[in-house]
Each structure stands twice: as structure tokens, then as C-alpha cells.
Nanobody, 130 residues
């Protein structure tokens, strides 16, 4: 049974930092893209960042570029999201997601769409106060 368990969320002041972790189990994720999405109250779940299985490259949403860093430790089946200079608009539930094995896609929005990922965690709350 595949499980993704997020941790590290919490309450932080604007300008502060948090590091989220996602521990994956149930299968090997070394050949899966691993991503973070977030969902603010009343809003859709949107892409934050992903790390590709094929070459370790990363993609970010423009709103978090230069502030957030995604990384993975394949030996621990864990993916991280270091979040710096947090802003109140970063407040959301953050979800970890894993893509299918050996996945490739093409076209607009590739690797940034919810349907590029099949396994999801339950989420961890991040609240940034002003």
C-alpha cells in the first residue's frame, strides 16, 4: 500500500522559514517524479514544485521561485520542501505527490498538472502570519 506522509507544517511569521518533509512508502519512488502542491481555503489545489526522476531537474511555480527549494533523498524515499521568506499568501495545506513510474509527458503545463501524479499524501497545514 502506497503511503505519502507529510510533516513539518506549522505557524510562522512572515519572513520566516519552514521545511516540509514527505516520507514515501509502499514501493520504490526512485523512478517517480515527486512534487508539492498546495491548496488555500476556497481555492483549487495548485502546483508548487517538482523534482524529476529522470535527471533530478526541478520546476517551480513562479510565485515561489527563489524562495522555495525542493529536494529528494532517494535512499530515504523522502522529498523535502525548504520554504524561506514566507509570505501570508503562502498559507495553505501542502500536499506531497508522486508520479507514475518512468513517467514522461509533453505539452503545456507538463509536470505541473494534478493528473501527472497518482499518489497523494493527506497534507500538512502551513500558516504564515503577517
Amino acid at each position: 500500500q502506497v503511503q505519502l506522509v507529510e510533516s513539518g507544517g506549522g505557524l510562522v511569521q512572515a519572513g520566516g522559514s519552514l521545511k516540509l518533509s514527505c516520507a514515501a512508502s509502499g514501493r520504490s519512488f526512485i523512478s517517480s517524479d515527486m512534487a508539492w502542491f498546495r491548496q488555500a481555503p476556497g481555492k483549487d489545489r495548485i502546483f508548487v514544485a517538482t523534482t524529476r526522476w529522470s535527471d533530478g531537474s526541478t520546476l517551480y511555480d513562479e510565485s515561489v521561485k527563489a524562495r522555495f527549494t525542493i529536494s529528494r533523498d532517494n535512499a530515504k524515499n523522502t522529498v523535502y520542501l525548504q520554504m524561506n521568506n514566507l509570505k501570508p499568501e503562502d498559507t495553505a495545506i501542502y500536499y506531497c505527490a508522486a508520479g507514475p513510474i518512468n513517467y514522461y509527458c509533453s505539452g503545456y503545463g507538463c509536470y505541473r498538472r494534478r493528473y501527472d501524479y497518482h499518489d497523494w499524501g493527506q497534507g500538512t497545514q502551513v500558516t504564515v502570519s503577517s
